[in-house]
């Protein structure tokens, strides 16, 4: 599987994404949405898949939507763009399986919403964040008013907005923006070892926790107690469940089959 601006690895149920754009720092366009959108529609029915982790060749992870691109739009274009990255967003934020960004460099708008969409966000010490889009008089586009307020709490993403200050990887670690930071050449052991920790687990049960956080954290408390119990019923009809259950019983490790 090779797209023009992706770059597609995979070692045993781990599958790594690198978005290759270098001359134009990875920044996002219509071409990047929709290899994104096929890969990423490919991998969610790939039952042997565990984990995606998603990063950028060169210094940036993702410096933007592309502005070269942007820069004639007319309103209409405009939403209609937005619209686009934000379907792609949304497809990663549900995507069955966990997303890892490894942010290796600048994420800077589209890439900060990318790397916001994504389950948990590794950097290098390198990294750097921020939604600048207030310095070319536009606002965020692929859900970062949204999901960034979510994220690091109403003001702080406030400022981040209203200011458009680009952050060091260890800021963005304090602020939540950020997971861990690492040293540059431990980004991609690091996530590997994250996604490798996650794939000897119950595939199923992996994504349902997913699933439970992404929807629970919108709905009320009550409805999303509901919905885990929902989910904790279902993972009782796997056999991944009995087999987990069966290997703490028997005192041996787990072989779950995601079934
Ligand atoms: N779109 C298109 N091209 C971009 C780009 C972007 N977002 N960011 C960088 N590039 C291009 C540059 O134009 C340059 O190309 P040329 O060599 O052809 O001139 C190349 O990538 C290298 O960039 P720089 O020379 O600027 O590299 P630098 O190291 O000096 O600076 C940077 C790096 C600080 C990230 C700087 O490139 C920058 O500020 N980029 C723009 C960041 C930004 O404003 N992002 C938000 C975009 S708007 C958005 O994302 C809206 C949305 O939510 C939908």
């Known amino acids: 599987m090779d797209n023009p601006t992706l ?13 290759h754009r270098p001359e134009a720092l990875n920044a996002l366009n219509l071409s990047v949405f929709d290899e994104l959108e096929a890969v990423f529609t490919s991998l969610a029915e790939d039952p042997s898949l565990r984990a995606v982790i998603l990063t950028g ?4 992870f ?23 990255g934000q379907q792609v967003m949304n497809l990663i934020e549900s995507f069955p399986r966990p997303v890892l960004a490894a942010v290796n460099g600048f994420a800077l708008g589209g890439g900060c919403e ?4 994504c389950d948990l966000r590794i950097a290098s010490e390198r990294a750097k964040a921020g939604q600048p889009e207030v310095n070319l008089g536009v606002v965020p586009g692929f859900g970062g008013t949204q999901r960034l307020a979510r994220l690091v709490g109403r003001a702080k993403a406030k400022y981040l907005l209203f200011t458009g200050e680009v952050i060091s990887a260890d800021h963005a670690l304090a602020l939540g923006l950020f997971d861990e ?11 590997r070892e994250i996604a490798a920790t996650i794939a000897a687990k119950g595939p199923l049960a992996v994504s349902y ?12 408390l009550a409805q999303g107690i509901d919905y885990e119990a929902e989910l904790f019923a279902q993972t009782f009809a796997t056999a991944d469940q009995k087999e987990g259950m069966a290997a703490f019983i028997e005192k041996r490790a787990a072989r779950f089959k995601g079934e």
């Open 181 to 191: 930071v690492v040293a540059p050449e431990m980004l991609l052991p690091r996530c």
């Open 57 to 60: 060749a060169g210094k940036a």
């Open 62 to 84: 993702v410096a933007g939507a592309d502005i070269k691109e942007m820069a004639a739009f007319t309103p209409p274009q405009a939403r209609a763009f937005a619209r686009r």
């Open 7 to 19: 770059k597609i690895e995979r070692e045993g149920g781990v599958v790594v994404i690198t978005l």
């Open 114 to 117: 990318l790397a916001m969409a």
């Open 209 to 220: 926790c997913k699933q439970a956080v992404n929807v629970g954290i919108e709905a009320t």
